[in-house]
């Protein structure tokens, strides 16, 4: 049995920035729990950089371009008054990045450099070359380790224990030791991140974004808001779908078809490149099906072409996304165009947050920040750069309202989660025990398959239903996979196993949001709703479980300012 | 259909044993495509650690034929044509092995955390202002910035593998060297001070660290820095700093070692006298002339432009 005021769970920007707000309020018993070794983390792969206006490039730059920038990027489904309180943070949330140690790119007078980026109307994305997520995850670690923060390295968490509306901790599984074991928690903070492995063929994500804090919230009676705003980014590998960074159109890469045209002249005139993530994979993917690709059916793409930007610019402003085309692709972009087609990036909706001052759930001591939350800042499409401001703006407000939530409450009775790790016990013997059933790969695959194919870029009805209906049957099928691993230490096959079931539980999500919004907002994109209608759906959908039913409501967005207008770029 | 072999060492907790598993060739994958193609159809027991896919999150590494890569971008093709189509993959060396390929990293970030890898920034800087530095002084920190944390540099390091109880992970010393690079740290002073008793003096200079990285930083070099760092700071009565400099003097008077003189300035007389069983062993094996007093080189002029040429670079 272990216990803590504040338990923060995963280890991303979001988690290591929230551990790092409670351990401030120095009575408190913080923990950092983690699947992995925290420096893996996704916000590591983030590569171009983080927003905030710092006016360093673009003296005319100002928050409220900001908001307003990221309410249009969102297709106006984010909530503005999060939006403008998470703009307003965002220039001292990264002063204090610099003063943490995060290696900035400088600009002539010593400031930190901003470059362009998708959907911003001023240069306001500050980066470190094109390794900003990388930078910003290894000095947030360092400062745990300053700190002091006591991180459960390899723990996985099993199940949110809930008991009356109320939070009573959680089960986690000490891999290293193999263990399962109860914890009690006066607070978490869910910052387990995105959960684009459900497309597990064609992702960005690494094979650690499994969905496994949406999943358990699910679970434990919280709301999934906005599911069904999957993020495709443009720039995927055309082979692997591993990230190329907006940076590379940030910094005046261009886009070609077959023809060798830059083909968003036709779809975003004015902003070309730079226009919105949504809208350009689905040009690039129009360009594909309508035969101005290379290549054909899966393997079809377009090309990223960065030679006109010459040798110096690419090693200086892009070295990684070089050395990744030449490895992955066998390309060097100083020569040769990059193969690159949409590839799954980003979960904009996420964990129901319903205050996003404190980041707080509809649970009594359950937080959730970063990518696994939905606060909504972004929406129906996040704008390339928010990800990481979004991480240390909430994951910070998260850390902070946890810890004052635990100073509220008196730690629960252990005998529920006592009971659940039980349970879990129980279930780790049954599942490694079984010899028959479909193998956790096949399921994977499967489902990444029907996810791609009929609920990515472009989706329809028909094609969405034969998906659900894929999906139930997938779930059914999960019921009795077998676990062919009994030995407890480090057993990768059990974690595979419950990240599976986080994927099918998220997914299954997804595809009923995906559904019942009949119209084409952001990276929502329906053939036969193709335009937004804003009468019926300017709305948030939240998706909730009992048991295996799964139920769908609504609420309103919060729009302050801005009226919903026609998105044009 | 060409069969190629994983020889994986696997270890379940308790017991250590070798394990082969046969896959078909496939062309242009990947060292990690083999072992994913494992788990998924072979044996979902095998227990490793990947993540990214795309070298940046450090998570893959391991051992293949005795070379610590990036199991995710080390092609396999490539490797095969080096080693044939029987490939041996261990874990990291140097570090305690959990399951298979899976090491601990908790015992290497307490390591870190000793020697406070951390900024502490100049007091004009603020969280509330951030700081300043110039563009030439991010390139100087640029590179060490790239370190993944995968661990290859430690797995090959030979010293710590002879002993790592007076020695730190090789990237450490360029996590250290960072931040005394780092033109907005104030605290230069202290983190030299802080490494001179864990293993400054005592990297063997086999390179492995350089030549295993996978993200081109050379941990040796930053080691090398400290060190030159150490000894303007005047910290030269150490025996590695005394044995530098004795190095140092020989090469500039005659362009030769003298092995007695080098041994009696690095460790003084009563260390020499301790030494004592070895130089005779030495001498019986011909390797050591007591009496060998070395003449100036040919060409030992040019030595001498040569250590000039440095010592006006290090001061520019």
Same mark, same amino acid.
């Given at each position: 049995m272990e216990n803590y005021d504040v338990l923060v769970i995963g280890s991303g920007g979001a988690g290591m920035r929230a551990a790092l707000e409670a351990v401030r309020q120095k009575d408190l018993r913080v923990g950092l729990m983690t699947?992995?070794?925290?420096?893996?983390?996704?916000?590591?792969?983030? *590569?171009g950089g983080i927003n905030g206006v710092? $006016?360093?490039?673009?003296?005319?730059?100002?928050l409220e371009k900001h908001i307003f920038d990221t309410v249009k990027g969102s297709d106006y489904l984010g909530d503005q008054d999060a939006i403008e309180y998470f703009v307003r943070q965002m220039p001292d949330a990264i002063r204090e990045l610099d003063y943490f140690g995060v290696p900035f790119s400088r600009d002539a007078e010593g400031r930190i450099a901003q470059r362009n980026f998708g959907g911003?109307?001023?240069?306001r994305t500050c980066f470190s070359a094109d390794v900003t997520g990388h930078v910003i995850l290894h000095t947030l670690y360092e400062q745990c380790l300053k700190h002091g923060v006591k991180i459960l390295t390899e723990w996985y968490l099993l199940q949110i224990v809930v008991k009356n509306g109320e939070l009573s901790g959680v089960v986690g599984y000490d891999m290293k030791n193999g263990s399962i074991v109860p914890i009690t928690a006066k607070a978490i903070v869910v910052?387990?991140?995105?959960?684009?492995?459900?497309y597990w063929l064609r992702t960005?994500?690494?094979?650690?974004?499994?969905g496994d804090g949406m999943a358990a919230c699910l679970d434990a009676g919280i709301a999934l808001k906005d599911p069904e705003f999957i993020q495709f980014h443009p720039?995927?590998?055309?082979?692997?779908?591993i990230l190329m960074s907006e940076a590379s159109r940030g910094e005046g890469g261009y886009l070609l078809n077959n023809q060798g045209e830059r083909f968003m002249s036709r779809y975003a005139?004015? $902003?070309?490149?730079?226009?919105?993530r949504d809208l350009v994979s689905q040009a690039i993917e129009t360009e594909i099906k309508e035969g101005?690709?290379?290549? *054909?059916?899966?393997s079809a793409y377009v090309q990223l072409d960065l030679?006109?930007?010459g040798r110096e610019k690419i090693l200086e402003r892009l070295p990684q996304i070089r050395e990744l085309a030449i490895t992955f692709? *066998?390309?060097?972009p100083i020569e040769q165009p990059i193969p690159i087609r949409p590839s799954?990036?980003?979960?904009?909706?996420?964990?129901?947050?319903?205050?996003?001052?404190?980041?707080?759930?509809?649970?009594?001591?359950v937080y959730a920040a970063g990518?696994?939350?939905?606060?909504?800042?972004?929406?129906a499409n996040r704008l390339g750069g928010n990800s990481l401001a979004d991480i240390v703006a909430f994951g910070k407000f998260a850390g902070k309202g946890a810890a004052d939530c635990a100073r509220q409450r008196v730690i629960a009775e252990p005998s529920w989660v006592n009971a659940a790790a039980q349970s879990w016990e129980e279930r780790f013997s049954l599942v490694t025990c079984?010899?028959?059933?479909? $193998?956790i790969s096949d399921i994977r695959d499967r489902l990444a398959e029907i996810m791609w194919n009929n609920v990515g870029v472009f989706r329809t009805e028909t094609e969405m239903a034969e998906a659900s209906t894929t999906v139930d049957q997938l779930i059914q099928e999960y019921q009795t996979v077998?676990?062919?691993?009994?030995?407890?230490?480090?057993n990768t096959t059990f974690v595979n196993y419950i990240e599976l079931g986080s994927m099918l539980t998220v997914a299954k999500a997804v595809v009923l949001g995906a559904l019942h919004r009949q119209e084409s907002r952001g990276s929502h994109c329906r053939a036969d709703f193709p335009d937004r209608d804003d009468v019926n759906f300017l709305k948030h959908t939240l998706i909730s479980k009992r048991a295996a039913d799964y139920n769908i409501a609504y609420r309103p967005v919060v729009v302050t300012r801005h009226q919903p207008a026609e998105r044009k770029y | 259909m060409r069969q190629i072999t994983y020889k994986i060492e696997r270890f379940d907790g308790t017991r250590k044993f070798i394990q082969e598993y046969s896959l078909v060739h496939q062309p242009g994958k990947t060292i990690l495509w083999g072992l994913i193609a494992i788990k998924d159809?072979?044996?979902?027991t095998l227990a490793f650690t990947a993540a990214? %896919?795309?070298?940046?999150?450090?998570?893959?590494?391991v051992r293949v034929n005795g070379q610590a890569v990036l199991a995710c971008e080390t092609s396999l093709d490539t490797t095969l044509d080096r080693f044939g189509d029987v490939l041996t993959l261990a874990p990291l060396q140097n570090f305690s092995v959990i399951r298979d390929l899976v090491v601990d990293w908790e015992e290497k970030s307490e390591r870190l955390a000793a020697v406070k890898t951390w900024l502490m920034p100049?007091?004009?800087?603020?969280a509330q202002t951030g700081c300043r530095q110039t563009g030439s002084d991010f390139k100087k920190i640029n590179t060490q910035a790239?370190?993944?944390?995968?661990g290859a540099c430690a797995s090959e390091c030979s010293k710590l593998t002879a002993n790592s109880a007076d020695f730190l992970e090789p990237f450490t010393y360029s996590k250290v060297w960072k931040f005394v690079a780092d033109? %907005?740290?104030?605290a230069a002073t202290e983190r030299i001070k802080g490494i001179l008793d864990k293993g400054?003096?005592?990297?063997?200079?086999?390179?492995e660290c350089i030549t295993k990285c996978p993200k081109g930083l050379a941990p040796g070099e930053d080691i090398a820095r400290l060190r030159r760092f150490s000894l303007r700071m005047?910290?030269?009565?150490?025996s590695g700093a005394r044995h530098a400099l004795a190095f140092l003097q020989d090469i500039a008077e005659?362009? %030769?070692?003298n092995e007695t003189k080098l041994s009696m300035r690095s460790i003084g007389v009563w260390g020499s006298i301790k030494k004592l069983p070895l130089a005779l062993r030495l001498l019986r094996r011909g390797k050591?002339?007591?009496f060998h007093l070395p003449r100036k080189v040919a060409g030992h002029d040019q030595i001498q432009v040569i250590l000039k040429a440095v010592k006006e670079s290090e001061q520019a």
């Open positions: 699947k992995m070794f925290p420096t893996r983390s996704a916000t590591g792969c983030a *590569q710092l $006016k360093n490039m673009d003296p005319d730059d100002s911003a109307s001023s240069p910052a387990t991140g995105g959960a684009g492995r459900i960005t994500n690494p094979f650690t974004s499994t720039t995927g590998l055309a082979d692997t779908g005139p004015e $902003k070309m490149e730079l226009a919105t101005r690709g290379f290549g *054909q059916g899966l030679r006109h930007l692709e *066998q390309v060097d799954c990036h980003y979960t904009m909706g996420g964990i129901d947050v319903v205050d996003y001052r404190t980041c707080a759930t509809t649970v009594t001591g990518e696994a939350a939905c606060v909504s800042i972004h929406g079984r010899k028959t059933g479909a $193998k077998p676990v062919p691993n009994a030995n407890k230490v480090y | 159809t072979m044996d979902p990214c %896919r795309s070298a940046v999150c450090g998570a893959c590494a100049q007091d004009g800087f603020s790239g370190c993944i944390l995968c033109t %907005r740290d104030q400054l003096w005592k990297c063997l200079h086999c390179a005047g910290h030269d009565d150490s005659t362009g %030769r070692l050591l002339n007591p």
